[in-house]
């Protein structure tokens, strides 16, 4: 079975361009998580999906992070504009919630932004 | 509010020497438990998890991890470790209930095995 897919898995940006990261989920998981790590923060996790629809976004640091889910095999985090601070490492995860919300892990993307 | 402790922010062992990570977490109610590892460059990995039954979980590369419950922990163990464990370790934890779907993550304890 495919894992979680996660493009582009590295991108380099300079400060003020719109980045958006991509995610498909293991297919049949019905929750989705976007996470951010750094050296400095450690794991965070940002927001998540339950059936397509946005349960916790309170993680997102400001306006200039959105994140959608359209169909239950895309999800998309976007940031407008990018600041040298969202440097970091973005990573999807999916879970089904019938099977104890066990959470698979995307390989991530490394954004720098310069 | 839900919380996952570690007790060690790093640990450095010796080839050989035998490994015990702490993890304790704080819930009202029945939680599954799981444990992540992260190699350095690489995503985080199910390393072994708990739901129910037999306290004592054996996970994959010879971890284990046994599930005290009267003392909310979930420590990790090896009897020997080796170089390429080296690594980051995540205790998490799930909240069995309905309308709850995360996991509250552990800040992780690095590992570093000197061979």
């Known amino acids: 079975d495919a894992g979680v897919i996660q493009s582009p898995r590295h991108e380099v940006t300079e400060m003020g361009q719109e980045v958006t990261l991509r995610c498909k989920p293991i297919?049949?998981?019905?929750?989705l998580f976007w996470y951010r790590q750094t050296m400095m923060r450690g794991l965070e996790l940002l927001i998540y999906?339950?059936?397509?629809?946005?349960?916790?976004d309170s993680g997102m640091p400001e306006d200039r992070f959105s994140a959608k889910m359209p169909n239950a095999s895309f999800s998309t985090l976007k940031i407008q504009p990018s600041e040298p601070r969202d440097s970091a490492v973005y990573f999807c995860?999916?879970?089904?919630?019938?099977?104890?919300?066990?959470?698979?892990f995307g390989p991530g993307t490394r954004l720098l932004v310069l | 509010a839900q919380s996952v402790s570690q007790h060690n922010h790093h640990v450095i062992l010796s080839e050989a020497a035998s490994l015990e990570l702490g993890c304790n977490y704080s819930?009202?109610?029945?939680?599954?438990l799981f444990w992540y590892v992260q190699y350095p460059g690489q995503h985080l990995q199910l390393l072994l998890k708990?739901?129910?039954?037999?306290?004592l979980v054996k996970g994959i590369k010879g971890f284990e991890a046994e599930f005290i419950k009267s003392k909310f922990s979930f420590n990790l163990r090896k009897p020997s470790v080796q170089w390429s464990d080296t690594a980051e370790y995540f205790c998490?934890?799930?909240?069995?209930?309905?309308?709850?779907?995360?996991?509250?993550f552990g800040k992780g304890t690095k590992l570093s095995v000197i061979p």
């Open positions: 297919s049949g998981h019905n929750s």
């Open positions: 708990y739901f129910s039954g037999d306290p």
């Open positions: 998490a934890a799930a909240y069995t209930g309905a309308g709850s779907y995360q996991l509250t």
């Open positions: 999906f339950n059936n397509n629809v946005p349960i916790d």
């Open positions: 995860a999916s879970s089904r919630n019938e099977l104890g919300k066990t959470q698979y």
């Open positions: 819930y009202g109610g029945t939680v599954n």
